[in-house]
């Protein structure tokens, strides 16, 4: 009888950890912490969309790994759709980036009304270069405030400097204050070789 019970015992409690190994009282995401919603690789590619942002975040954000360019010299953009049409417009976005240099060097670019945001200085295609970075597209459900991006970043230049940058932007011209639904990624000249684009959102 007592070796009984004590298999019985065992058994009881073997259940619930059991179920908490497998993570069986694991919740959703917690307001104000980072999901995962989908990657996205390129091969080849002319774009990489995340066409339609989910509703119910505050934020975005795109960690972009190893992206190289087919066009060695070309520059990463980005972009944003409204109401599922993805702007181009020529004075649609603001943007600034600057860059440290190996060559002990700063440099400043912007523009105050371009067709896309810049978001990364002019890298190269060769093995090894390309570029890696994080944007955060900041509350673009928003119809008050104008969608605006943060950007964090590393590249190989095609001049075979290396930089550390930052950027940023925010939505101008005929976006104006409407609220994004997607957001979009390419290169100046040619196609995206290769890398990823990983996409997070932020809860309210």
């Given at each position: 009888?007592?070796i009984?019970?004590?298999?019985?015992?065992?058994?009881?409690l073997?259940i619930?950890?059991?179920?908490?190994?497998?993570?069986?009282?694991?919740?959703g995401?917690?307001?104000?912490?980072?999901?995962?919603?989908?990657?996205?690789?390129?091969?080849?590619?002319?774009?990489?969309?995340?066409a339609?942002?989910?509703?119910?975040?505050?934020?975005?954000?795109?960690v972009?790994?190893?992206?190289?360019?087919?066009?060695?010299?070309?520059?990463?953009?980005?972009r944003?759709?409204?109401a599922?049409?993805?702007?181009?417009?020529?004075?649609?976005?603001?943007?600034?980036?600057t860059q440290?240099?190996?060559?002990?060097?700063?440099?400043?670019?912007?523009?105050?009304?371009?067709s896309?945001?810049?978001?990364s200085?002019?890298?190269?295609?060769?093995?090894?270069?390309?570029?890696?970075?994080v944007?955060?597209?900041f509350?673009?459900e928003?119809?008050?405030?104008?969608?605006?991006?943060?950007?964090?970043?590393i590249a190989e230049?095609?001049?075979?400097?290396f930089?550390?940058?930052?950027?940023?932007?925010?939505?101008?011209?005929?976006?104006?204050?409407?609220?994004?639904?997607?957001?979009?990624?390419?290169?100046?000249?040619?196609n995206?070789?290769?890398?990823?684009?990983t996409?997070?959102?932020?809860?309210?």
């Amino acid at each position: 009888m007592k070796i009984r019970m004590k298999k019985q015992t065992a058994f009881a409690l073997l259940i619930p950890l059991t179920f908490i190994c497998m993570g069986a009282y694991q919740v959703g995401p917690s307001p104000g912490s980072w999901a995962l919603i989908e990657t996205q690789t390129a091969s080849g590619s002319a774009t990489r969309d995340f066409a339609a942002l989910p509703e119910g975040y505050r934020d975005f954000m795109v960690v972009i790994s190893d992206v190289v360019p087919a066009t060695d010299g070309a520059v990463l953009w980005a972009r944003v759709s409204v109401a599922a049409a993805f702007k181009s417009g020529a004075s649609d976005y603001g943007w600034a980036l600057t860059q440290v240099l190996t060559s002990s060097a700063e440099t400043n670019d912007g523009d105050v009304a371009d067709s896309e945001w810049q978001i990364s200085p002019a890298v190269g295609s060769a093995a090894g270069e390309g570029i890696t970075a994080v944007l955060i597209l900041f509350d673009p459900e928003s119809t008050a405030n104008r969608a605006k991006i943060m950007v964090d970043g590393i590249a190989e230049r095609s001049d075979g400097i290396f930089s550390r940058y930052m950027a940023g932007g925010r939505a101008v011209g005929t976006i104006g204050v409407s609220a994004v639904d997607g957001i979009q990624f390419l290169f100046s000249s040619g196609n995206i070789a290769s890398g990823t684009f990983t996409l997070y959102g932020r809860m309210n």
